[in-house]
C-alpha cells in the first residue's frame, strides 16, 4: 500500500493519494482543483485512479472531483447525507472498498458539517486486523477539531453541528487505537478551526493527551467551547462550500477560454467597465509603480484566501503580474472558484513605460521615522488592518484598527485631512488596504515598511500626539 500526503501551504490544505502496488489502482482524497500533481504520480508509478473521496464539501476551496472524473473516470464518493447536482456514490457508516492490499472503510463523522466523512486506511498486507491511518478531513486536525459555525446560511446552527461533532470524535474516533496515524485535511493556517498545529500527521494517542478539544469533559462543556472564538469567515466560504456541490467546467477549461493577453488599451477600457484589476506583484514592486486603482494582493502571501475576501465575485478579473507569472495568478483564484479572468496585461508592468498618466506610486515609511512623526503637533494617523485580536495583543498605542477585511464598509471612519499610515503585521495586509484606499479616492495614506514587526523590533514606546521612548 502506499499512502502520500500532498500539502498546499497557501490554502493549508492536505490532499492524499492511496495506492496498491498489486492491482495498480488508486484513489484519491479531497484533492485540490489543480489536479495535474495526482495524475502525474499515478502514470509514474502505473495506477489507474478509479475512486476519488471527498470527506465534505470544503468551504476554503473548489475540490478537484470535477477534474478527476473527467480526467480519469473516477467514481466519486461522498458521504450519505450529502447532496448533489452530479452522481455519487453515497457512503454509509461501514461502506468499503477494497482494492489489492488496500482497504478503506467510511465513517459518518458529521459536525464540521452534516455530510462530512472520515475514512479508515487498512493495509491487508499487514494483516487487516486494525487500521494503520484514518484520514479525518475536517473532523479532527492535529490540535484542534473542525469549526461548527460554518452552516448558518443554510439554516443549521454551530450548537447543532457541535452536538454531532462531540459524538463523532468520542463514539467513533477516539476509540480507534493510540497508535493509529492521524491524517487531517488543513494545518496551521487554515481557518477551519482556531487552534491548529503545524504537524501534518499524528496518532490517535498524541491527539487524545494533546488535542485541548479531546480533554476530558460534558458535551455542553464541548460545545460552549468550540464554538467560542472562532475566526472570522471570508464570504467566500460559503460560496465555496455550495459550488463543491455543483457540477461545473473544469480548472482546465476555465483556463484555455479567458488566459488571454491583452494590451493597455484593453485593459483601460474593461477598467472602466467595472473589471476588476489585481496585481499580484510583491508590496514593494507595486507601491513603487501601478495602474492607478488596481488592487495589490501578492501571490507571496495567502493570496488566494485574500482574493476571495477582497474581489467581488460578480465582476471579471485582469491580471497583473510579472511575466511567466499570470498563469499561476489565474490557476490560484481557480483553486477557490474564481473563474472570472478576463485576461492579463500583456508584459505587466513594463507596458505602462510610456503611459506615466496611468501610473500611481504609494508613500512608504520607516518605524523610526513614524517614530519622530508621531510626537509632532500634526501627527499621522495609525490605521492598524489587523485583526481585533492581533491588534489587542500588541498595538501602537493610539491607533485605529479596521481589520482589512472590513475597510470598504468602514471607510468613513479614516479621516481625509491627516496623513493615513497603513500597518499590518508584516506589509502584506497593509499593501492591501492601501491599494484599496486609492480605489477609495484617498491620497493621503502611506505605508509602514515591515508593519508591526519592525515598529516592535524599534523597542519603541511612542503614542500618537504623546512622547517616546523605549519599552
Not at 343 to 357: F, H, I, T, W
Not at 389 to 401: M, Q, R, T, V, Y
Not at 443 to 463: E, K, Q, R
Request: aromatic share 6%; hydrophobic share 40%; proline share 4%.
Amino acid at each position: 500500500m502506499i499512502l502520500r500526503q500532498y500539502y498546499l501551504g497557501c490554502l493549508a490544505h492536505a490532499s492524499y493519494l492511496i495506492a496498491d502496488d498489486r492491482t495498480k489502482i488508486a484513489a484519491i482524497v479531497d484533492p485540490q482543483r489543480d489536479v495535474d500533481q495526482y495524475v502525474r504520480d499515478a502514470e509514474a508509478g502505473g495506477y489507474r485512479i478509479k475512486y476519488v473521496f471527498l470527506t465534505h464539501f470544503h468551504a476554503d476551496f473548489l475540490a478537484g472531483h470535477i477534474e478527476l472524473r473527467d480526467r480519469t473516470g473516477a467514481q466519486i464518493y461522498l458521504g450519505a447525507r450529502a447532496e448533489a447536482e452530479y452522481p455519487f456514490v453515497a457512503a454509509h457508516d461501514g461502506t468499503k472498498v477494497e482494492f489489492g492490499d488496500v482497504r478503506l472503510v467510511v465513517w459518518e463523522t458529521p459536525g464540521h458539517t452534516p455530510e462530512g466523512i472520515s475514512i479508515l486506511v487498512y493495509d491487508l498486507a499487514k494483516g487487516g486486523s486494525k487500521p494503520d491511518a484514518v484520514l479525518t478531513g475536517d473532523t479532527l486536525f492535529i490540535g484542534d477539531v473542525g469549526r461548527p459555525d460554518l452552516m448558518a446560511s443554510i439554516g443549521i446552527t454551530a450548537e447543532e453541528l457541535a452536538s454531532e461533532l462531540y459524538d463523532s470524535l468520542h463514539g467513533k474516533l477516539m476509540k480507534l487505537p493510540d497508535e493509529t496515524l492521524v491524517y487531517p485535511a488543513h494545518g496551521a493556517g487554515s481557518m477551519c478551526g482556531k487552534n491548529l498545529s503545524k504537524d501534518t500527521v499524528s496518532t490517535i494517542g498524541t491527539q487524545r493527551k494533546y488535542n485541548y478539544a479531546l480533554a476530558p469533559m460534558s458535551k455542553e462543556e464541548f460545545i460552549r467551547l468550540v464554538t467560542a472564538d472562532q475566526p472570522e469567515a471570508p464570504d467566500y466560504f460559503a460560496y465555496d462550500a455550495m459550488l463543491n456541490r455543483k457540477e461545473r467546467g473544469t480548472l482546465e477549461e476555465h483556463l484555455a477560454r479567458e488566459l488571454k493577453p491583452l494590451t493597455v488599451d484593453e485593459v483601460v477600457r474593461l477598467q472602466s467597465q467595472g473589471t476588476q484589476i489585481i496585481d499580484v506583484r510583491e508590496a514593494a514592486d507595486f507601491e513603487g509603480a501601478h495602474l492607478r486603482n488596481s488592487l495589490n494582493i501578492g501571490l507571496s502571501g495567502k493570496y488566494a484566501t485574500w482574493a476571495g475576501t477582497m474581489l467581488d465575485r460578480s465582476r471579471p478579473i485582469i491580471i497583473i503580474a510579472e511575466p511567466g507569472h499570470e498563469e499561476e495568478a489565474a490557476m490560484r483564484l481557480g483553486r477557490i472558484g474564481l473563474d472570472l479572468t478576463a485576461g492579463y496585461l500583456q508584459g505587466g508592468l513594463a507596458a505602462l513605460e510610456k503611459r506615466s498618466d496611468l501610473v500611481a506610486r504609494t508613500e512608504r515609511i520607516t518605524a523610526a521615522t513614524l517614530a519622530e512623526q508621531l510626537t509632532s503637533s500634526q501627527p499621522p494617523v495609525v490605521l492598524d488592518v489587523r485583526s481585533e485580536k492581533e491588534h489587542a495583543a500588541g498595538k501602537i498605542e493610539g491607533s485605529l484598527n479596521i481589520p482589512v477585511n472590513h475597510l470598504r464598509e468602514r471607510l468613513a471612519e479614516v479621516p481625509v485631512d491627516r496623513s493615513v499610515v497603513v500597518h499590518c503585521a508584516g506589509g502584506y495586509r497593509s499593501a492591501i488596504a492601501c491599494s484599496l484606499l486609492e480605489q477609495a479616492g484617498r491620497t493621503n495614506m502611506i505605508d509602514l515598511v515591515g508593519g508591526y514587526g519592525a515598529w516592535s523590533a524599534t523597542g519603541s514606546s511612542c503614542t500618537i500626539g504623546g512622547t517616546c521612548g523605549k519599552s
